[in-house]
């Protein structure tokens, strides 16, 4: 996660998209709607990075991204996962080619030993597998044959999980990739209350661990869709939001702008990286989850594995 | 945990006596004395509170607290787990009433579907249990009894930790209890770093869920040890130690003293007040935890089974 | 589990009134009610032990026995499960006391980490917990009061079951004890497939392990509904089993009446003794159970968490 | 498994070898050898498949089948597993092809949420994965590098084990695969205290599952070891066992000679068939395993990985 400098990481492209917002300009090659299911009290962003100028300014490869933003999501109402299930496989299905007979290889990355982490092997884990049921059928069905891979992290299995994807799928011949990933994100709000959705792969360290090397069309030939949730936000990014906040209520009471003008002097980057030096710098990079993640890991990886299976359910 | 109003919590004696440290005086009732273990890297803090002004100061009962700080526990070095075990072991037993035929009930506290809470329960389960086994040997030997008990948390079973726990002392009178729990830190350079023993048991609102009442001598009638390391340490702890580390560093290269004069003129608790107002406020007390806290838990928990069992190996 | 000699063991009373079966005849002080569900495929067996002449005939404790068959519980049909789940329901209402706000302390034995003994833990899990919710309410309300205890086993406590139980209840005071254990049964077609349900307790050396002292209203002053599903056969018994068939099959193609005769002579006791001679004898004893004893344990752990919150649910 | 029609299945040389042991004769293109460890008490029979004839007789591929017999496997006695793992690594070092930087794939085969089955899983679960820490040193070099995978079950993958394995041996080019494996065995001696090791790979229809295509030479294009405990054998075994012991001892107290010669009529396969169909029908294959299957599972899985590590650690 080095390779990212001092900013503070965020995989999501909504977050992204933020960082132009104080600006107001429009991002040159970047484009953004939203919609909004009130009932449901859901928000759907999509962003669609169009050239390598959006690429650049965003740091995302080009493609769509569709953001759920579903607060509710963090709490255990089953009917309410149910809801944003339903939700979720609709756009899905948009992402997804449309083909007879299709075949889908759902891909659950990260480390299912470390909470987490383990978002995609567990949403894996439900899925309702058909391939090898469905060997037999004629070919101008409907039906959609779903196989699974929990390839692991490379520390336990001295292979990049790009290469064992990449044998599977050679071996497989699936039409399309499904990687289900956990994400950081640069604000807490998202914690597990945000599914992303994009057509662009797994960019090199993407994920909570480092997933290296590319799953993307471009190294397996065939479309990738991957699904995320962020799990775990730096704690630098909270200190970094904090102050900042700070900084504008104390502006209020204060006539303290010339700090204030000094922190501005700084560029995000360099605020990141004073501030990462400020932390004990001991542990690493220190993650911030809620206390109850185990619980909540265990609710999402359902929701998202009950969206495939809508998706997929003929 | 509201209960402690808006300053951060600690569990760590040590920490709430780091409070006084800036203003260098002695505390009344606190004795404080660090030893030193160069070879092993270990730090040994005694800190003693010794009457009733000494308990108000320190937000803490009367009673011995023995810390150790220890940063390499951090680290999977079995070989360094081992001999943190031994140092351990002797502070255990320098705790325990001297007595033939011991009679030791170990009860690992918390909840083992949450990582960062199930160092008691994970523990415990590591225990050479002996009482059992033992019935029938004769008064005068030197064996101790081992038994144990997972009582689960009151979301769990209904029931208060500590009813369950008097409840198996009146039936199965054990001469001492010994408490393992997972504490919250004030730093995040205690976390995982840290074992803190003492005779006071574990007051309410201690371990990183709410095991409300106390387990104590005073409620049990026998001695309680507890032992405990911090998995935790809350979000706001860490925004505030940064941002004074801030301040720190920002006089030095401005002029800008005003603005650390008006945060100087909060108390902590109001600065806490503050910077919790500040935090995004939706998912409730964020913790910090290093990422592979799965991994370190469970290295610990073999550790504090390791001292337990060389400290009541005959 | 050797005090039963070498007569297969059976803690199903359902089977301990067929060994009477071949004889035909009535056996003193225990009465034999069936009843047939026809729609749900569940056959319902009441046996009363009413003295102790039918106590020692029986060699089961006085009390009131029913057992639910339904051979479809041993598939993974969730609908099935529901169904059966509320028959269960409406037998445990028998069985417990009519009280307002009756307290029911819920112990799971077994040891949750030997698959076919997990039964008891796995179903207390999912326990809707309700005795810390309802302290405030008003007396008169029909509010259930539901607590749950997973006192784990001798060998990792270093206690009696009985013992953590008893002082569990001296001090929360519960109405009645619902204690939920695995079972041994003689036949193999009773595997994950029936469910008892009894007011007598659990007896000495009852349970796949040896949850040793009783936890009866005898000894804990409180009533105890023990429920239970039989989740290993020893393997003498199915060994036993098959022969008595190919004694019977070969009777028919044969004139060899005589090797039937001589074993006929034996008694049961004296078969069971020379079978478990002729079984290998370096494991101790074998237990028979279906491959996929992991998922069948924990999908019968909910239906009977099921049919215990069906039957507390106001 | 039916494709093996009613001969009760072992996935043992040895085995199939003590079939033609009554009757003594030589078997053609089989070599037998048997060595004794007395120090340790481990038995090695070394069963050499030379040719068609030697594979159609024992129903084996053509190779080279090594079994540890080690009765003491089945205890949990940590120095004697480490004694065993010691021998277990010549072996495999006698097996695996010599090369500088030898690249081996371990595989661990088997449901790893099914107890019996988890064997390999757990077993690769403990290696010392090094191929990605030492892609960089120089080809002179006598490192081994180990990478792992568990690809799982056709039914949670909805692909054959074996297209997976391919796929990821194609990709990353290992120079070996070894395949670790839950075998099911015919006597219950054999249950958890025999090691076997070949260089045939898995057969269709081996495991307790059934991980169907073979991992071999053939269809992976390089040299496959395959390392098996058998953890299940099929109750009809034990069945059929002690009723020949029956038939032995009756035979010295009666003149029953007939019942004898009449069941010695049956070929071994119409016994058995005969068995099966006495035996209760409604469970499909019930299997014997110890109660205390789980901690025996794990701790011969980290004997298995122990045997491993010493084998490729330089």
Same mark, same amino acid.
């Given at each position: 996660m080095t390779e990212h400098g001092y900013q503070v990481r965020t995989d999501l492209a909504l977050e992204a998209r933020e960082r132009f917002a104080g600006t107001n300009t429009e991002v040159k090659g970047v484009i953004l709607e939203k919609e909004r299911d009130e009932a449901r009290d859901i928000t759907v962003t999509r962003v669609v990075i169009q050239n390598q100028a959006g690429a650049k300014a965003m740091q995302k490869p080009i493609g769509t991204y569709i953001t759920l933003e579903a607060k509710n999501l963090q709490y255990a109402d089953e009917d309410y996962h149910r809801e944003a299930a339903v939700v979720l496989a609709k756009y899905i299905r948009e992402l997804v080619p449309k083909k007879n007979r299709l075949s889908v290889l759902?891909?659950?990355?990260?480390?299912?030993?470390?909470?987490p982490d383990a978002l995609g092997p567990l949403a894996v884990d439900h899925l309702c597998i058909t391939r090898h049921l469905s060997e037999e059928q004629d070919d101008s069905s409907e039906t959609v044959l779903v196989s699974s891979l929990v390839p692991g992290v490379m520390a336990k299995t001295g292979m990049e999980t790009a290469e064992i994807v990449k044998g599977v799928v050679k071996e497989t011949h699936p039409d399309v990739v499904i990687a289900i990933d956990s994400l950081a994100a640069r604000s807490t709000r998202r914690l597990n209350t945000t599914i992303q959705i994009t057509n662009t792969g797994i960019a090199p360290g993407s994920g909570v661990g480092n997933h290296r090397n590319c799953i993307s069309e471009e190294t397996l030939g065939i479309p990738v869709i991957a699904i995320g949730v962020p799990t775990v936000v730096e704690a630098s990014a909270i200190v970094s939001d904090t102050m900042e906040n700070l900084m504008d209520a104390l502006e209020e009471?204060?006539?303290?702008?010339?700090? $204030?003008?000094t922190l501005m002097q700084f560029q995000e980057q360099e605020r990141q990286e004073l501030i990462r030096e400020l932390l004990e710098p001991d542990l690493g990079i220190l993650y911030v989850t809620p206390k109850d993640v185990?619980?909540?890991? $265990?609710?999402?990886?359902?929701?998202?594995?009950?969206?495939?299976?809508?998706?997929?359910?003929?």
């Open positions: 759902a891909v659950g990355l990260g480390n299912q030993e470390v909470t009471v204060t006539e303290l702008k010339s700090l $204030r003008e185990d619980e909540t890991i $265990r609710q999402l990886s359902i929701t998202l594995s009950e969206g495939l299976n809508l998706a997929f359910a003929g």
